[in-house]
């Protein structure tokens, strides 16, 4: 069975632009998270999503926003990019919202 | 607020040596615990977890983690570690949303 798969698998852009990462659950899994993992720092809660709810929020900006679509898949958007958003993006599925999270492989974005 | 710390940055050890990482966390109420690894070049990958019950909880690859409520503790621990177990260890903690810790960076040489 595959995995959670991400896309794209690495992104530069420059200040001021806006971004959209993509997310696929694992099949069955109808609850997707979305974290920004610094280098050198552990991964930090943006959102989670269940049955295309927004069930949870981190403590990021508006420019930070997600939704989930009926066949479960995720996409995160982030606008006006500043250079501190560079980061490692990670998605992480499970089957329901409180159960074990599963996580892809992570969309790197570079931020000029 | 809540929060999961890892006292260890980054910890150097020869095979055969013996493991343990610190995990604290800071949580009112019921919390479930884990710890994930991260090898290079890899994604997240559970290592074991803590809901209730049993506080000594066997992982995979020979890890194991003791969940020490009056500590506040979840350290990570294995007997005897190989170079393969070279990566990066992050501590989580779950209430409502998932909190990881700064994680700790784990090199064993032959």
């Known amino acids: 069975d595959a995995g959670v798969t991400q896309s794209p698998t690495h992104l530069i852009k420059t200040r001021g632009q806006h971004v959209t990462l993509r997310c696929s659950p694992i099949?069955?899994?109808?609850?997707v998270s979305w974290y920004q993992q610094v280098l050198g720092q552990g991964p930090q809660f943006i959102f989670q999503?269940?049955?295309?709810?927004?069930?949870g929020r981190g403590n990021f900006p508006d420019r930070f926003s997600a939704r989930q679509f009926p066949n479960y898949s995720s996409e995160l958007n982030v606008n006006a990019l500043l250079l501190g958003d560079s980061a490692l993006y990670l998605c992480?599925?499970?089957?329901?919202?409180?159960?074990?999270?599963?996580f892809g492989p992570g969309t790197r974005l570079t931020v000029l | 607020a809540q929060s999961v710390s890892q006292h260890n940055h980054h910890v150097i050890l020869s095979e055969a040596a013996s493991l343990e990482l610190g995990c604290n966390y800071s949580?009112?109420?019921?919390?479930?615990l884990f710890w994930y690894v991260q090898y290079p070049g890899q994604h997240l990958q559970l290592l074991l977890k803590?809901?209730?019950?049993?506080?000594l909880v066997k992982g995979i690859k020979g890890f194991e983690a003791e969940f020490i409520k009056s500590k506040f503790s979840f350290n990570l621990r294995k007997p005897s570690v190989q170079w393969s177990d070279t990566a990066e260890y992050f501590c989580?903690?779950?209430?409502?949303?998932?909190?990881f810790g700064t994680g700790t960076r784990l090199q064993v040489f032959p």
């Open positions: 099949s069955g899994h109808k609850s």
């Open positions: 999503y269940y049955e295309k709810e927004e069930r």
């Open positions: 992480a599925s499970s089957l329901e919202a409180s159960h074990e999270q599963f």
């Open positions: 989580a903690g779950e209430t409502d949303k998932l909190i």
């Open positions: 949580y009112g109420g019921t919390v479930n």
């Open positions: 803590y809901f209730s019950g049993d506080p």
